[in-house]
């Protein structure tokens, strides 16, 4: 599981990851990030736009869930993330409110880092849908 041990190795303070990943279950893999890089925030980058599972992936612990279909919104949610907020896609808002509260209630992996504004950010997921 190479990615896994890249972001041990890197502890990147963002990392980017897809639900649906080939052999690999989304949620199990962010469970063993949040063991691995205790510091690094995860923001869900997915296809799935299953609300339960998008409040299962917050209550978790993953900082932002946002659907590839609205991929123009990415710069944003990464800069909320890493400035300690929670991003929730806009279409998933439209439907239902994301408040602290009622979270705690009730293909390919792209091996890739970068910066930005200084901060490392592993990437995960296949992100297709970006230009």
């Given at each position: 599981m190479q990615p896994l041990q890249r972001a041990e190795e890197l502890q990147p303070d963002l990392i980017l990851l897809?639900?649906?990943l080939p052999k690999l279950n989304g949620m199990a893999v962010a469970?063993?990030?949040h063991k691995l890089c205790p510091?690094?925030?995860?923001?869900?980058?997915t296809q799935n736009s299953d609300?339960?599972?998008?409040?299962?992936?917050?209550?978790?612990g993953v900082r932002g869930y946002i659907l590839k279909s609205d991929a123009k919104e990415l710069p944003v949610?990464?800069?909320r993330v890493l400035q300690g907020e929670i991003f929730v896609s806009g279409h998933l808002k439209k439907v239902v409110s994301f408040t602290s509260s009622s979270l705690f209630c009730r293909s390919r992996v792209a091996r890739i880092s970068f910066r930005s504004q200084g901060r490392?950010?592993?990437?995960f997921p296949v992100l297709e849908v970006l230009p």
């Open positions: 897809d639900l649906s469970r063993r990030i510091n690094s925030k995860i923001l869900f980058v609300l339960e599972i998008a409040r299962a992936a917050l209550k978790l949610a990464i800069d490392l950010i592993f990437a």
